[in-house]
């Protein structure tokens, strides 16, 4: 009976423990059930992201083929085809004088601009755009590839050193392995230092093939006449420690370079090395065809340079200079870099390096240009005046001897030895000699040629304009023609006009009395000659700088005057004549030459007259 009350009792006990616990979950809710964080490496991925995940693993993997595909393309250089760098950008630097930009592909300028200067149709100059120009590192690898530079992509990094500017174009193998090429630009300065140099390469590169460094340019035209332009564009190299030479239409090869200019008139490319080239090949080819055209380029310039490898790496410091053809800019970087301006060789060039171009920057600080050039012309003829006095003095004298020698010339018409014998022996008399008005304008033919040289380089004339001239280093346009004359152009300039008209006046007064006698033999036509001399100004000179032109009227204007003053306060011909017959009285002592060649025309006129 007690047993079954107990069990009733805890049945009892049970329900009313579980009803109150019924009662406290509900009057107080479940304690969060306690979980555990995830390590901090692991990813806790929400459905939504799933989808982002995939297309990522997708990527990588295509990286991986590409890098994949680069190595099997350029061995070790493939990594540089994995970088940001690897696309066709730009980066642009500039100080006062040039604007340049560097391309991602190749490392090299793909943009030179002259920040002062302007072309002929006022647009600003370029040395380098449009792919006109490319330089490339050919070389081989250890495991037998063949890469060019020019198809790889650099790096570039710019970077101020107090107030140069640094430009490090890498191409790279690893994060501290890479070929670099360096260019430094100082402010104000046409050149730039430059630098090939490679760390880490020694078991990259191969050591047994070379590394060839190809330069090309093709020139822009800057000038009116492309022609003219054209003429004073040259590749221009030194060799050998110093000397130089250059190449026009052709290749060349030559040993020992320190440096090669593509020179285009009024403005160069140079590259210049601390460490000369062992050997040079250089190409430049004539893309002018025809006046007519309007051609882009001038001429295509090419040079292949060997760089030797210093324990497996390369290491070069070079320069690169972007600027004017300036005799004074160039003199003063003192690297020979004055030999690439077309002044003349032996005394023409010492004429103008040391008296006309001195001179001329002098005058110029206080006169224009054009100016300044008629002013050097006066002075020129001013001290050239002794010389030319005695050659109008030696004028004088055949003049007066002319009626005597038209004598001897009727009395041996027939015997031509008999006549240059007597008429020897008049001018041994008379003391005159036609060969005497000959050494004076002799000795004028250096300063004469040596200006030539100097106008159409002299960079200062250039867009300087004088009375219609608007550019004293082009020709001087009065008039367009609708038609095109070979060798004359298109055009008409008037300085040729003038100054072959001053010609002419002067060949009348120096041979016209000459050429009212009979023509001797042996002696040149100079009818032919008078006529010839301005003809070949006005046709020629038409195209050339009118600097030139203003130069060559001037000159004959003021030898037309100093003979004119000559003839008429200085000489007198009666006085002349006189002496002449005096000297004719007094007994003449031969020299040796005179007298040998004397006996030898007696001896030939004696044979003569035995064989008769």
């Avoid at 040629?449 to 009375?467: G, I, T, V, W």
């Amino acid at each position: 009976m007690e047993e079954k009350k107990f069990d009733i009792n805890s049945l009892i006990g049970f329900l009313l423990i579980g009803g109150i616990l019924l009662w406290m979950l509900y009057m107080n809710p479940s304690a969060p059930e306690v979980v555990e964080e995830p390590a901090t490496d692991e990813v806790v991925v929400t459905p939504d992201e799933q989808e982002g995940l995939a297309q990522s693993e997708i990527i990588q993997e295509a990286d991986s083929a590409a890098v994949a595909r680069a190595a099997s393309r350029l061995g070790a250089f493939g990594y540089s085809a994995t970088l940001p760098s690897a696309t066709e950008n730009e980066t642009s630097v500039e100080n006062d004088v040039l604007a340049l930009s560097f391309s991602n592909k190749g490392g090299y300028l793909s943009e030179a601009k002259m920040k002062n200067y302007k072309t002929f149709d006022s647009i600003p100059v370029y040395l380098i755009k449009d792919n006109n120009a490319s330089l490339n590192l050919t070389f081989t690898t250890s495991d037998g590839r063949v890469l060019n530079t020019k198809d790889l992509y650099f790096e570039p990094t710019v970077t101020k050193n107090v107030e140069n500017t640094v430009v490090s174009m890498k191409l790279k193998v690893s994060p501290q392995e890479f070929l670099e090429y360096r260019y430094v630009l100082k402010p104000g300065e046409y050149m730039m230092d430059f630098t090939i140099r490679s760390q880490g390469l020694s078991d990259v590169l191969n050591p047994s093939d070379p590394v060839l460094l190809d330069w090309k340019l093709k020139g822009y035209r800057h000038a009116k006449s492309i022609t003219y332009e054209n003429r004073y564009t040259k590749l221009v190299y030194e060799y050998d420690g110093g000397d130089d030479d250059e190449v026009n239409d052709g290749e060349e090869e030559e040993n020992d370079i320190s440096y090669v200019a593509y020179k285009q008139h009024f403005f160069t490319s140079i590259l210049l090395t601390d460490t000369p080239f062992e050997t040079g090949k250089f190409k430049a080819e004539d893309l002018v065809e025809d006046e007519e055209v309007d051609t882009l380029y001038t001429k295509a310039f090419a040079s292949t340079l060997p760089l030797q490898l210093n324990g497996g790496e390369l290491n070069y410091n070079m320069n690169w200079y972007y600027g004017p053809s300036d005799y004074q800019i160039l003199n003063d970087y003192d690297r020979n870099l004055d030999e690439i301006i077309p002044l003349g060789w032996g005394i023409f060039g010492w004429i103008n390096k040391y008296v006309f171009i001195p001179f001329f920057s002098f005058i110029t600080n206080y006169m224009g240009y054009g100016l300044a050039i008629i002013v050097m012309t006066i002075a020129i003829k001013l001290v050239l005046s002794p010389v030319q006095y005695k050659q109008y003095l030696s004028q004088a004298k055949m003049k007066v001897l002319r009626p005597e020698i038209n004598e001897l010339n009727e009395k041996y018409k027939d015997n031509a030895m008999k006549k240059q014998q007597e008429t020897m022996k008049l001018y041994s008399k008379a003391g005159a000699s036609p060969m005497s008005g000959c050494l004076p304008a002799l000795m004028q033919m250096p300063v004469f040629y040596a200006l030539f040289m100097f106008f159409p380089s002299a960079f200062q004339l250039r867009q300087k304009d004088f009375l219609w001239a608007d550019d004293l280093s082009s020709y001087d346009k009065i008039a367009e023609l609708p038609f095109y004359i070979p060798f004359y152009g298109d055009h008409v300039s008037l300085f040729p006009i003038l100054a072959s008209i001053a010609i002419f006046i002067y060949m009348m007064m120096t041979t016209g009395q000459t050429m009212q006698n009979a023509q001797q033999p042996g002696m040149p036509n100079m009818k032919f000659i008078m006529y010839l001399s301005p003809l070949f100004m006005l046709i020629f000179f038409n195209n050339f700088a009118s600097g030139l032109s203003l130069y060559y009227l001037v000159s004959n204007l003021i030898t037309i005057g100093i003979m004119l003053f000559i003839k008429h306060f200085i000489l007198d011909e009666e006085k002349i004549h006189a002496r002449i017959q005096e000297n004719k009285k007094k007994p003449k002592k031969q020299g040796k030459f005179a007298r040998k060649m004397q006996e030898m025309m007696e001896q030939a006129e004696q044979q003569k007259k035995g064989k008769k």
